[in-house]
Every structure is written in structure tokens, then in C-alpha cells.
């Protein structure tokens, strides 16, 4: 049988002109079998070759359909080219999500950072800074060390938190050791727990407690302790504690560096307040006594060294102390509890050499967040306080927040200013370049307001809010005033006009803003995703960026 031979696409010319391509010349010995029929009858039984169409000649489908797909070459390829477009953009966005700050929102006038978006999680990460170290002590009881100036990974440290929630505290560094608490809870408790035993989920309400070398992460020492730790600070190489209990309170002092217990002491009742202070040598701490109706607070100092008493002093109310400066205490009314801002707020003056009261006086509403504030000359107070529309005395026609100024010589209010309208909390509030930054954020509505105000006078220098946003930090630095507000964004302003610098926004809520004293430069961001930020303080511009969720 004849089977003539067909070259296809022998040169790319073969696939010009039409859009089906034009057909191969047969070979020689077919034209001459087709010139040989043409002049010779058949005869018999012999074959007689019919000339085919171009398009007929292929002796197999599939020869047919590479020759057409090949004469479409540009539409094979740019398939081809979609779908490899598809994949790449499937597996690629997904990894450049989690790169990459969501664009800023600041206007035109204002340095727009890079865009980027940060992975979403619950969970808080607390900030310390320290040389050029950064660390990170998270809700998940992960404490991470990392260099400042790149985000470069050190160590890791986890401590053995199974609780159904675990609040941390802010990391305390000092003497090459990192410090750091939290407090455990459980839904449900089951039984006694047992100072000795881990912080578990079934162990209650308890304070665990450690010290982690810093160089290189290794575990020190670690305590766990019943009940909720009120304070702790260090003095002299030496850790002192301040315990709400149970059923009691704990006073103890550790060696900083061992944890060996120097001294205990239980009192009955719970807890007040906790100071450390006065001459540096003592321990002032408040326990509240007496009846509902007709409280009354013992107010007594201990001696660093063992524990011993110094003195003791017995005032009306129920107080907490709120400041110690320059050998004196100053005690406010413990308004924990309360329903509604109380009315007034009783502020008491203590020697703290013998417990002495040098002066007592009341202010109007109730002081936010505890806060009492020294002025750098030490010759003014200045407090915060929510004053209620319905409280006795209010002239203002509505709720307010009022910043005053005391005499610290006797008590006596020296001016009172309205700051904002409404219930608020105080966020920052301190006094810097010869200013007082107020950052607060209204109790009833989410608004978030920064404000500077005249030391001399109280009168406001320049003051921004933001409708619908509240506030969860807020940090001067020199002349610029950062601050992070909920709907993830930092705020940076000029701390002496108020004007309105940059904006850096970030895809989950911000959790804590850190400043290095030895690189202001750059200012730290942590996320309740578990990321670090180090952003430029000048222009918002990311400089680097690290995950620290597991």
C-alpha cells in the first residue's frame, strides 16, 4: 500500500500567510506519479493515485490538530502565560500580605510609609527596651529578646503558663537580668492552690513570677505565688513584692538575682496600695479596716532590711497611696468599685520619715486612674478628675474631666481647667518641655484627644481629636508626640504646635509603643499579631519588621 510522506513545519515559513497555513508541496515521486496517471488509462487491477487537498492529506487526526494549533502559536501561548499568572499570583499574594504595611493614610503634606499588612491574632505583646535590645514579653507567657537596630532574633524564653487567660506585665530589665510577671486565671478553680505548684488552668487566681538572664536567655529563677501581685520594684540588688491574696496580703523581699526570700509578711485583709520609697529605705503600704459606711485605712511603712515596722497611721476613708516624691506620700480616695465618679476626692500628705500628716484636702470628681503628678520644681500637683454631671457643685452642665493644679505646700487648689467634655481615661499625662501632654480617650464614645496645656496656667496650648477612634498608647519624644489609636494607626505630631506630621497604619490592633533612649531614631511597634515594627521617627517609613507569633 502507498503511504506518501508529509514533512510538517519543516521551517517556521511553512506557517505563514493564511491563518490555517498553507500545505506542503508532495514530494518529487508523488508529482510524478500523479503526472504518470494523468497519461495513462487504467488498467486491471492497478491503483490509480487521486491528488488530495492540501487539507485532506494528513493521515491522522491528531497531525491535523497540531498543524492548526501550531499556526496559532500566539493564542497556545498567551493561555499558557494566563494561567502560569494564576498560580503565581495564588501562592505569592498570600506571602506578600503578611510583608508588606497597608498603605498609610496620611494626606499628601504628610511622609507616606510603606504599605504593608500584618497578620491578624489576639494577643497582647508588651515592650522593654534596653541598649540595643528589644524585648517582648507576650500573653502566651513568650518572652523574646531581639537586636533594636535590625529586629535580629537573640533567644526565647516561654515560661509555663497553661491558663485559660494570662495578663503580662511589662518587662523590667536591670543589672543584666530580664524581670518579668503575669497573672494566671481559671474559669473554674480547683481547690487550695499551692505556692509551689505550676500556673495551670485549674490553679486559680495566681501571680507567676521569673528572672531570665539577658545576655542569653537562660532561666534564673521563676516563682509562683497565690493571688494577684499589687507591686514590685527594685532597690539595691533586692526585689520587693506587694501581694494581694486570698484571704490576706503578702509583703516579701527576693534576692534580685536568686529569688531566695529575704523576709515575709503576711497581713490580714486585703491589700490597698503598695509603695516603695521615702528614704529609700522603706516600704509604705495601706490596708483598708473598719465598716462599709465608716472605713477607715492603716497606713504603715517597713524597713527594707527585715520587714519591721517603722510606723503606722490610722486615717478615715479608704485610702490608696498614689505618689511618692521628695519624702513625702501622698494618699487619694480608693474610688475602685464605685458605680459613678464620686463626687470628691480626699488627697492626704505624709511625712515618710514617721507617718506624720502634713496636710488633707478634697478636690472635685475622682481622680482617673490614680494619678497624682509632681511638677519638675516640686512646688505644684496636678491631678486628673472625672467630675459627673449630677455631681454637687458642677457648674459645667454636663460631664467633664478637669486638670488642676495644688499647692503641695498645703493642698489648696490653685486652678482648675476643663479639658474635655465627657468621662475620660487618662492614656498620657505628663509634663515635657515645659508642657503638659494630656492624652485621653472619652469613656462613652470611642474619641481620642491630645492636648498640650500651659504648666503655668492651665490653658490649652493646641489640642487634635479623633471622632470614632480611642487610644491605646501615647509616648513624647523631644518636640514630636507619638500615639497609637484603634483603628491601627500611629500618630505622630509636633509636640509644640500640635501640627500633624505622619501616619503609619497597621492591619491588627496596636498593643504597645517603645522609645530607645539610645537611638531615638527609630520607634517600636508591637501588634496583637505578634508582630514588631521598628518605624522611622522622623518620616512613619518601616525599617524593619518582625514576627514573633508561634
Not at 485549674?202 to 509562683?224: H, K, M, Y
Not at 497611696?321 to 521628695?326: G, I, M, S, T
Amino acid at each position: 500500500m502507498y503511504s506518501p510522506y508529509h514533512r510538517f513545519f519543516a521551517d517556521d515559513s511553512s506557517c505563514s500567510g493564511s491563518s490555517r497555513g498553507s500545505p506542503v508541496p508532495p514530494s518529487a515521486a508523488e508529482s510524478q506519479a500523479e503526472a504518470g496517471s494523468g497519461s495513462s488509462p487504467a488498467t486491471g487491477d492497478e491503483l490509480e493515485l487521486v491528488p488530495l487537498p492540501a487539507a485532506a492529506r494528513a493521515p491522522f487526526p491528531w497531525l491535523r490538530w497540531w498543524e492548526e494549533a501550531r499556526s496559532r502559536r500566539w493564542l497556545l501561548s498567551g493561555a499558557l502565560g494566563l494561567l502560569l499568572l494564576t498560580l503565581l499570583l495564588a501562592v505569592a499574594l498570600p506571602l506578600l500580605r503578611g510583608a508588606f504595611l497597608l498603605r498609610s493614610g496620611a494626606p499628601s503634606s504628610a511622609a507616606t510609609p510603606e504599605s504593608a499588612a500584618l497578620l491578624m491574632s489576639g494577643q497582647n505583646l508588651l515592650l522593654a527596651v534596653n541598649g540595643d535590645r528589644l524585648y517582648a514579653f507576650s500573653s502566651e507567657g513568650v518572652l523574646s529578646a531581639v537586636q533594636a537596630h535590625d529586629g535580629g532574633l537573640l533567644w526565647r524564653y516561654t515560661l509555663p503558663v497553661a491558663a485559660s487567660q494570662f495578663l503580662p506585665s511589662s518587662p523590667f530589665v536591670a543589672d543584666g537580668v530580664v524581670y518579668i510577671s503575669g497573672v494566671c486565671f481559671a474559669a473554674s478553680p480547683a481547690g487550695t492552690p499551692r505556692a509551689s505548684s505550676p500556673c495551670l488552668s485549674d490553679s486559680g487566681v495566681r501571680t507567676i513570677l521569673a528572672a531570665v538572664r539577658a545576655s542569653d536567655g537562660q532561666l534564673l529563677w521563676q516563682r509562683v505565688e497565690e493571688g494577684r501581685l499589687f507591686a514590685n520594684t527594685l532597690i539595691d540588688g533586692k526585689l520587693y513584692l506587694v501581694q494581694s491574696l486570698t484571704s490576706a496580703a503578702l509583703v516579701e523581699a527576693l534576692e534580685a538575682k536568686t529569688g531566695q526570700i529575704r523576709w515575709q509578711r503576711h497581713l490580714s485583709g486585703s491589700l490597698n496600695g503598695g509603695l516603695v520609697g521615702g528614704q529609700e529605705d522603706q516600704m509604705v503600704v495601706a490596708l483598708p479596716l473598719g465598716a462599709e459606711k465608716q472605713p477607715e485605712t492603716q497606713v504603715f511603712a517597713l524597713r527594707l532590711d527585715d520587714g519591721q515596722p517603722l510606723w503606722s497611721q490610722m486615717l478615715p476613708g479608704s485610702l490608696r497611696p498614689v505618689l511618692e516624691e521628695q519624702g513625702r506620700i501622698y494618699l487619694a480616695t480608693d474610688a475602685r468599685g464605685a458605680s459613678v465618679p464620686l463626687p470628691e476626692t480626699l488627697l492626704c500628705q505624709l511625712d515618710s520619715r514617721n507617718g506624720a500628716q502634713l496636710w488633707q484636702h478634697t478636690i472635685p470628681g475622682q481622680l482617673i486612674n490614680f494619678n497624682l503628678f509632681g511638677s519638675r520644681a516640686g512646688s505644684k500637683l496636678f491631678a486628673l478628675t472625672d467630675v459627673a454631671k449630677t455631681a454637687p457643685g458642677n457648674t459645667y452642665g454636663s460631664d467633664v474631666t478637669l486638670f488642676l493644679a495644688l499647692d503641695d505646700k498645703n493642698g489648696q487648689l490653685l486652678w482648675q481647667r476643663p479639658v474635655s467634655e465627657g468621662l475620660s481615661l487618662a492614656i498620657l499625662a505628663q509634663e515635657h518641655n515645659g508642657m503638659f501632654y494630656l492624652v485621653l480617650e472619652r469613656q462613652d464614645q470611642p474619641q481620642a484627644q491630645l492636648m498640650a496645656v500651659s504648666v503655668s496656667n492651665g490653658q490649652t496650648l493646641w489640642q487634635q481629636r479623633y471622632l470614632g477612634q480611642g487610644l491605646m498608647s501615647a509616648q513624647p519624644n523631644g518636640t514630636m508626640l507619638y500615639a497609637a489609636v484603634n483603628d491601627n494607626a500611629v500618630l505622630a505630631l509636633d509636640g509644640t504646635s500640635g501640627q500633624f506630621r505622619w501616619r503609619t497604619r497597621f492591619a491588627d490592633t496596636i498593643r504597645d509603643l517603645a522609645l530607645a533612649p539610645s537611638n531615638l531614631l527609630l520607634l517600636y511597634v508591637s501588634t496583637s499579631g505578634g508582630q514588631l515594627a521598628a518605624l522611622d521617627s522622623s518620616s512613619g517609613h518601616l525599617r524593619w519588621l518582625r514576627s514573633l507569633a508561634e
